[in-house]
Antibody, heavy 118, light 108 residues
Framework: QVHLVESGGGVVQPGRPLRLSCSVS????????MHWVRQAPGKGLEWVAF????????KYADSVKDRCTISRDISKNTLYLQMNDLTPDDTAVYYC???????????WGQGTLVTFSS | SYVLTQPPSVSVAPGQTATIPCEGN??????VHWYQQKSGQAPVEVIF???VRPSGIPDRFSGSNYVSSATLTISRVEAGDEADYYC???????????FGGGTKLTVL
């Protein structure tokens, strides 16, 4: 059973960076692409970032491009999302998501809540 | 950017069939995926590649995709199917993954 556990969320103040982590288990981490998807309170799902299976290719939503960096550490079976210059619009639950071989999302973590506070 | 449009809500009585549409420009040429999100929980994939059910998803869930609209169909609806449902595609033009706005399924 694929297991994805996010951590690192919390209350973030202006100008402070935040790094989210996602520890994975029960699958070969370096075989699958991964994503971050977020959901603002009471809103729908929004794709945030993608990283290829080997970490050589990344893509970002326009809303976070130039402010976020997705990365992965194969040796630690961990996915990361570095977030800078947070704004109130970044308040959301952030999900770590495993990519099916294709372009869908076949396994989701339980999410970690990031709250911007001024 | 590519837009997927879903109705905000659909209501159905227990035992009946629920259909949730997802519209997008030439969506029939894309691979459409569907997710179920129950209140307070993470989403779960219920259909991928237009029509394929992942392991463990009941055969009451089915999908179709024609030209301008994809559809998630839930047969013999149960109270436990009450949830938000999202369609999703990968847009080759923008190289981004796109979700529909979501449809809240209410079981009367």
């Amino acid at each position: 059973q694929v297991h994805l556990v996010e951590s690192g969320g919390g209350v973030v103040q202006p100008g402070r960076p935040l790094r989210l982590s996602c520890s994975v288990s029960a699958f070969t981490f370096d075989t699958f692409a991964m994503h971050w998807v977020r959901q603002a309170p009471g809103k729908g799902l929004e794709w945030v970032a993608f990283i290829s299976h080997d970490g050589t290719n990344t893509k970002y939503a326009d809303s976070v491009k130039d402010r976020c960096t997705i990365s992965r550490d194969i040796s630690k079976n961990t996915l990361y999302l570095q977030m800078n210059d947070l704004t109130p619009d970044d308040t959301a639950v952030y999900y770590c998501v495993k990519s099916r071989a294709g372009d869908s999302f076949d396994s989701w973590g339980q999410g970690t809540l990031v709250t911007f506070s001024s | 950017s590519y837009v997927l449009t879903q109705p905000p809500s659909v209501s159905v009585a227990p035992g009946q069939t629920a259909t949730i549409p997802c519209e997008g420009n030439n969506i029939g040429g894309k691979s459409v995926h569907w997710y179920q999100q129950k209140s307070g929980q993470a989403p779960v994939e219920v259909i991928f590649a237009d029509t394929v059910r992942p392991s463990g998803i009941p055969d009451r869930f089915s999908g179709s995709n024609y030209v301008s609209s994809a559809t998630l169909t839930i047969s013999r609806v149960e109270a436990g199917d009450e949830a938000d449902y999202y369609c999703q595609v990968w847009d080759t033009t923008s190289d981004h993954w796109v979700f529909g706005g979501g449809t809240k399924l209410t079981v009367l």
